[in-house]
């Protein structure tokens, strides 16, 4: 059976795979994917398919937290694991390093900075860590000795370690370093790590650099300390950590930190090979170290690894390197996911219309708007996608409700041509009756959206997520408001509130305009739009439908897309009062529990 279900999912640790994993539901239960990707450093899509295969063989329960069922407490007792004791440390969590109380200040401190930091680029691999993830590689820093004193080299800094390191003398009264360089490609974080690091007392060099490139002269073997956190492929690890080689002064016994995400065994042996080839020695290794806000196939988590140089240490890459870099570099392969609502089948990869589960999670299931999704089999990118995986038209979706999620600018459907003769179902009102929908929406008028408006937005988006994506959603308030905080200093265009007299909104609506890649044609999409249960709620919703269509007009858009719950018939009724066509039906069916299955 182990073989069966390590074959049924193409799982290269085999059944030892399959065993850690029922051992971690045995110890963890009840346990979501997350957890039990973190206790086995098997990926979330892994784990996932792993526990669906378990579930249809009756050993995991289908309700969700996962527990073993009976038959699957048997199947563990019979392979010798039933044996829950868990020796590790209830204080430290396995870190082996906690934050004392006085640094409780520099966490709070880099959580505001955070939110108010440039934002994580995936298709480079960044992930941001936690703030206590920050604190913590700058106390592993200390307690090696690597600090206080010295220089320290950063190769790549989106997780804001220089500012880790000035806070946190800021908060112990004077520097714990002489000199921090940081090298980066991206002009935004640099520039964003010396507004912040001017006030704070700690030398702070930032450096743009493309690490493709071997590192300037002038920091050639000029630090006593290097950290990298490079993208999560072999040749990523090898570049980044070379590049750290370089900056290093010669001889043994320099530290080098270096933080990675959890690998297949042959892919860590990849890794570990590049380490020995660069002349580097392992000194200490904590699993599941680095929390991070992002990276949900890897569960959020990463390994923290201290290397030592040694009389034989000497870069692997000293020219330039122009092989593939970030993992989607190197995907060959799409993921086929299916949507738990209504068994769509969409792919996830390269060439397909989503390049990351999280971003096919964001977009909702182009059939039913709805998700979570099931991860299945791996396919090349040259088989042919199954019919349920082509996105429908813009013409063929319906307008999205304060229910649904919003929909991304950057995953746009393909726009279909226009058939000959088509009847437009909306036109600006007249003066009149302008006039008259204003009347019945008193006391509240739009306007456009600002940052005095974010919690009230953050809290409209918490609720779309929860009611889209249940247990799955992104439901804190504050994170979505910080999100969208960060999309207004790019754009507040399309950005409508409805708002009372005391300016506290009511109502919320976010309209985009997007390209589509493959035609060229402009197209708007409605990516939120929600109103509070006010006593004339249909009035203020067809009052911010009005301000979103006449936004369009204005930007010269003819097309407007978006999604509608088939349940929720208030905002149907208002969307066919202005002219919307439903397209698209979704249907389900649920058929009654037995011989194992539904």
């Known amino acids: 059976m182990l073989t069966e279900v390590a074959e049924a999912v193409r799982l290269q640790e085999g059944p030892p795979g399959v065993r850690s994993v029922l051992r971690a539901l045995r110890r963890l239960a009840p346990a979501s994917t997350k957890d039990l990707s973190r206790a086995t450093g098997l990926p979330v899509p892994i784990v996932a398919a792993l526990g669906n295969e378990l579930r249809r063989r009756g050993f995991v329960t289908t309700q969700r937290p996962s527990r073993l069922t009976e038959d699957g407490l048997d199947l563990v007792a019979e392979l010798g694991m039933d044996l829950s004791l868990d020796a590790t440390c209830g204080t430290c969590d396995g870190r082996e390093l906690v934050i004392p109380d006085v640094l409780d200040e520099a966490v709070r401190r880099l959580r505001a900075l955070m939110d108010s930091g440039p934002a994580a680029d995936m298709a480079i691999d960044q992930s941001h860590c936690t703030a206590e993830t920050k604190v913590r590689r700058v106390l592993a820093l200390l307690t090696a000795g690597a600090l206080p004193g010295g220089s ?16 946190v003398g800021d908060v112990l009264g004077g520097p714990i370093v002489e000199r921090v360089t940081v090298v980066d490609i991206s002009p935004e974080i640099l520039d964003y790590i010396q507004k912040v690091s001017a006030g704070l007392g700690t030398r702070v060099e930032t450096v743009r650099h493309d690490l493709r490139l071997p590192l300037p002269a002038e920091l050639h073997q000029q630090h006593d300390v290097a950290m990298t956190d490079p993208p999560y492929t072999a040749e990523g690890a090898r570049l980044f950590l070379s590049r750290a080689v370089e900056g290093l002064r010669p001889g043994p016994a320099h530290s080098v930190f270096f933080s990675f995400g959890g690998k297949s065994p042959d892919e860590m042996l990849e890794v570990q090979r590049e380490i020995m080839g660069l002349g580097l020695v392992t000194n200490g290794y904590i ?37 593939p870099l970030y993992t989607g570099d190197k995907r060959t392969r799409q993921r086929e996911y299916t949507c738990v609502a209504c068994d769509a089948r969409l792919r996830v990869g390269p060439g397909a219309r989503w390049t990351s589960v999280a971003a096919l999670r964001e977009d909702g299931c182009p059939n039913c708007g709805k998700g979570p999704f099931r991860p299945g089999r791996l396919v090349p990118v040259e088989d042919p996608a199954p019919p349920a995986e082509q996105p429908t038209t813009p013409a063929q979706q319906a307008p999205v409700p304060a229910q649904q999620p919003p929909a991304p600018a950057e995953t746009p459907a393909p726009a279909a041509p226009a058939p000959a003769g088509r009847a437009h179902g909306w036109r600006p009102p007249a003066e009149d009756d302008r006039a008259a929908l204003a009347e019945r929406a008193r006391p509240y008028v739009t306007r456009g959206a600002d940052e005095r408006d974010l919690p009230a937005i953050g809290r409209f988006e918490a609720e779309i997520a929860r009611v889209s994506f249940g247990e799955d959603a992104i439901d804190d308030p504050a994170r979505w408001a910080s999100r969208l905080g960060r999309a207004m200093e790019k754009s507040k265009e399309g950005m409508i509130v409805a708002a009372g007299p005391g300016g506290e909104p009511v109502g919320w609506c976010w309209v985009s305009i ?78 009654p529990e037995g011989d194992g299955g539904r």
């Open 152 to 167: 320290l080299l950063l190769i790549g800094d989106d997780d804001l370690v220089s500012l880790a390191v000035a806070v």
């Open 287 to 323: 699993r599941n170290f680095n929390e991070y806000e992002g990276s949900g196939i890897l569960g959020g988590v990463g390994f923290f690894q201290h290397l030592l140089t040694t009389t034989s240490t000497a870069p692997s890459h000293e020219g330039e390197f122009s092989g």
């Open 514 to 591: 997007n390209q589509n890649a493959m035609t060229g044609d402009r197209y708007a999409n409605f990516r939120s739009l929600a109103v509070s249960p006010v006593d004339n709620r249909s009035d203020v919703a067809e009052l911010l439908l009005t301000a979103g269509l006449e936004f369009c007009l204005a930007n010269g858009i003819t097309e407007v897309v978006g999604r509608v719950h088939v349940g929720n018939v208030p905002m149907r009724t208002v969307y066919r009062k202005f002219g919307f066509d439903p397209t698209s039906l979704s249907m389900k069916l649920f058929l």
